[in-house]
């Protein structure tokens, strides 16, 4: 499998993919926004895109559609309860149903409401897995629920999936927001040896040759993985003098959800 992830420099720091089978050259792009970018990059690397995955709804994901469609053909893949709301869907898929791209590549869809409640993620099926996570997961981070989402399934998602995937599984989000995610996680925990390291590469990088996190990274420098961390809970309390000494990790993930959206 053969992943590109195109940083298109907007105002929103999007992240478009190909992900391509290394066979036939066949390519499948993940919320490709900026038509040119995914476009010439797919030429010069010599791929035929025949397929377009939205992630969700929300326009900053799926303005690129009609364009690339116009350039190549490809079929609009989305959540089956998006269909009205993304226009000109040819499959609609739900959970475990498995997109092919050429001849190696598997990648399984999880229905991951939250942000909203019609979002895919993909899990590819390959040695070193990767989640292509739209607005659920970001680096150091999680999406928002402002626009079509709910808080409660979104930490649901986090509990039911996310958090049982593999260590190795690197993380390729719909957003750029390294550094400010890492800065909320030391806002919480400000001794976090592994946050502040991540912090000083993500200042350094380019979104050009962005860092790729893995799951494991996730449980280390995210407040959202890290929901029963006594420094996090402290200092949760301390903004939220209601809460019990041993809240659930259910009201942990809430209030720190609550907490980002003013942050």
């Known amino acids: 499998m053969i992943v590109e992830q195109i940083w298109t420099g907007n105002s929103f720091r999007n992240f478009n993919y190909l992900v391509a089978c290394s066979v036939s050259g066949e390519a499948l792009a993940i919320d490709p926004l900026d038509v040119t970018k995914c476009l010439a990059?797919?030429?010069?690397?010599?791929?035929?895109?025949?397929?377009?995955?939205?992630?969700?709804?929300?326009?900053?994901?799926?303005?690129?559609?009609?364009?690339?469609?116009?350039?190549?053909?490809?079929?609009?893949?989305?959540?089956?309860?998006?269909?009205?709301?993304?226009?000109?869907?040819?499959?609609?898929?739900?959970?475990?149903?498995?997109?092919?791209?050429?001849?190696?590549?598997?990648?399984?869809?999880?229905?991951t409401p939250g942000h909203t409640m019609s979002h895919i993620c993909l899990l590819s099926h390959t040695d070193q897995p990767?989640?292509?996570?739209?607005?659920?997961?970001?680096?150091?981070?999680?999406?928002?629920?402002?626009?079509?989402?709910?808080?409660?399934?979104?930490?649901?998602?986090?509990?039911?999936?996310?958090?049982?995937?593999?260590?190795?599984?690197?993380?390729?989000?719909?957003?750029?927001?390294?550094?400010?995610?890492?800065?909320?996680?030391?806002?919480?925990?400000?001794?976090?040896?592994?946050?502040?390291?991540?912090?000083e590469k993500a200042q350094s990088q380019s979104p050009t040759e962005a860092l790729v996190t893995t799951i494991g990274d996730e449980r280390d420098i995210n407040t959202f993985f890290r929901l029963g961390n006594p420094a996090v809970i402290e200092r949760l309390r301390a903004r939220f003098p209601d809460l019990p000494e041993q809240p659930d990790e259910q009201t942990v993930f809430l209030k720190l959800r609550e907490l980002r959206n003013d942050w």
Do not use: W
Not at 45 to 65: F, K, M, P, V
Not at 68 to 90: C, F, L, M
């Open 41 to 111: 990059l797919a030429k010069s690397r010599g791929y035929e895109i025949t397929q377009i995955l939205n992630t969700h709804e929300h326009g900053d994901h799926t303005g690129g559609n009609s364009g690339v469609v116009k350039a190549t053909g490809a079929k609009i893949i989305a959540h089956r309860n998006a269909i009205g709301r993304i226009p000109n869907v040819d499959r609609g898929v739900t959970a475990g149903e498995l997109i092919r791209v050429g001849t190696t590549v598997d990648l399984e869809c999880l229905d």
């Open 130 to 199: 990767a989640l292509f996570s739209g607005d659920t997961l970001f680096n150091a981070g999680v999406g928002n629920c402002h626009n079509g989402g709910h808080p409660e399934e979104l930490y649901k998602t986090f509990r039911d999936q996310l958090t049982r995937l593999p260590d190795q599984t690197a993380i390729y989000p719909g957003h750029e927001y390294l550094e400010n995610n890492l800065r909320f996680t030391l806002d919480r925990e400000p001794d976090n040896v592994r946050a502040n390291v991540m912090l």
